[in-house]
């Protein structure tokens, strides 16, 4: 088996799963070492961003009704 499919087949099985259990596998995975974690983000960067997000609320710093409007800052 190639390493193409090894990779596709191991992350089918992951998505298989529930999120919350899927979540709390990649977590466990990752936070071994650093090296699994090297692993994840190199090969499963979809689950492991789904496993560390970042929560909405400090994605942006402004959200979007308190950002400047264009045509305001331009006016000034």
Same mark, same amino acid.
């Given at each position: ?22 979540i709390s596998d990649v977590r466990e995975f990752a936070g071994r070492s650093a090296e699994d974690t090297k692993f994840f983000q190199?090969?499963?960067? #979809?689950?492991?961003?789904? /496993?560390? $997000?970042?929560?909405?609320?400090? +994605? #942006?710093?402004?959200?979007? /009704?308190? $950002?400047?409007?264009?045509?305001? +800052?331009?006016?000034?």
């Amino acid at each position: 088996m190639s390493e193409k499919h090894l990779i596709q087949a191991i992350s089918a099985r992951y998505k298989a799963l529930p999120r919350r259990k899927r979540i709390s596998d990649v977590r466990e995975f990752a936070g071994r070492s650093a090296e699994d974690t090297k692993f994840f983000q190199k090969y499963f960067p #979809d689950l492991y961003q789904e /496993a560390f $997000r970042a929560p909405a609320s400090s +994605a #942006d710093a402004r959200s979007v /009704a308190t $950002r400047p409007n264009k045509r305001a +800052a331009k006016r000034r």
